[in-house]
């Protein structure tokens, strides 16, 4: 079968297994493929999800369609390296996330007592809360991924801990908390910087938690805002014939403003 993947129905998973299963065949395989391990493929599988969310974010469907299926192979690769290991195989995987998508949602595969359940948010969460309780000695903060990007890894952990009751009362408190580290920052000698900038950004996370918003989200398009801003100092600049390197702080902070003014 893998030897004849390129004659199969291009539509079908199967192919796509088929395909990776010839690609890590000894001898008549490809070498790179053939190399390789799940750790070695785990920084691609991070890298195809985040180009999947940036397809997402640039509202490109075309983009999305094509980076999804990269991350679909990254999910058959795995499988395929497990399988020839003797771990698991690609159909292990699709009945564990059936069997799970089933058990997590009662309201509409369960009896119908339970579809009758009006569904609260954060049900979700809830099930799994049960899932891990049910599983002796698992911590609370247990089962976040560490990478994770820091920002989300701490919005997940800062949640874990609040559903178990510890958590700032308001928002205000969380201010209050800022205002704390922006000055322990400021004070802290120079090998206690790193630490103190971290404990800063742990509390911004918190205040994004609080109020609903993705900070990786939002660190995204203030990084777009910053980028359409500068590249609007070096169009102004280059009309002139100059360059960000032979101009002044004055001048580029006055195109800055002018380029604030235009995006409202």
């Known amino acids: 079968m893998s030897q004849n993947a390129a004659e199969l129905d291009p ?3 199967e192919t796509l297994r088929a395909i990776m299963a010839a690609l890590r065949t000894p001898v008549t ?5 053939l190399e390789q391990n799940f750790a070695s493929i785990a920084p691609f599988t ?6 999947v969310a940036d397809a997402i974010e640039r509202g490109s469907r075309s983009d999305l369609c094509e980076e999804l299926g990269d991350l679909l192979l990254q999910a058959v690769y795995h499988a395929q390296m497990a399988e020839e290991e003797g771990s698991f195989t690609f159909d292990d995987v699709i009945e564990a996330v059936s069997r799970k998508m ?8 369960g009896n119908e007592k339970a579809r009758s359940t009006n569904v609260a948010k954060g049900f979700w969460e809830d099930i799994k809360a049960k899932e891990r309780q049910d599983q ?4 609370t903060l247990a089962g976040i ?5 820091g920002l989300t890894r701490a919005v997940k952990l800062q949640a874990k801990a609040a559903k178990v009751g510890f958590d700032w009362p308001s928002i205000d408190d969380v201010y209050h908390k800022i205002n704390e580290e922006i000055e322990e920052l400021r004070t802290a000698p120079a090998e206690k910087k790193t630490e103190e900038f971290g404990d800063l950004l742990f509390a911004m996370a918190n205040v994004a938690r609080h109020m609903g918003i993705d900070p990786e989200s939002a660190l995204r398009a203030a990084n777009a805002k910053f980028e359409r801003r500068f590249e609007h100092i070096e169009t102004r600049l280059a009309e002139t014939g100059r360059r960000p390197l032979n101009s002044t702080l004055a001048e580029m902070d006055s195109l800055w403003e002018e380029a604030k003014q235009q995006g409202k």
């Open 11 to 13: 539509r079908k998973i």
């Open 29 to 33: 395989g490809c070498p790179w493929d």
């Open 46 to 51: 991070i890298e195809e999800a985040y180009e």
């Open 102 to 109: 089933i058990r997590r949602h009662p309201h509409v595969f």
């Open 136 to 139: 002796p000695g698992t911590a």
């Open 145 to 149: 991924a560490i990478t994770l990007p």
